[in-house]
């Protein structure tokens, strides 16, 4: 089972993180509105249920998918 990831929206920013860790990103659009620009994140949780390269896998498409909802993105 994968834990459930979170994605809010706070002005012109999703916050994708994952409750219980301090796992969390920061995506913004890119001047041209055609992508998401992941700001540096470089928190590692040693005892999350996921390790950092797939929390940001899924962080990444959890934050593509709300930006399309919003029409954020293309």
Known sequence: MQPNINVDVEGDLLVVSLPGTSY??????????LKL????????????????????????????????ELGWIV
């Open 24 to 33: 969390r990103a920061l995506y913004f659009r890119s001047p041209d509105q």
């Open 37 to 68: 620009v992941q700001a540096p994140n470089l928190a590692v949780d040693k005892e999350a249920p996921m390790t950092h390269e797939q929390f940001e896998a899924q962080a990444r498409e959890a934050a593509t998918k709300k930006a399309r």
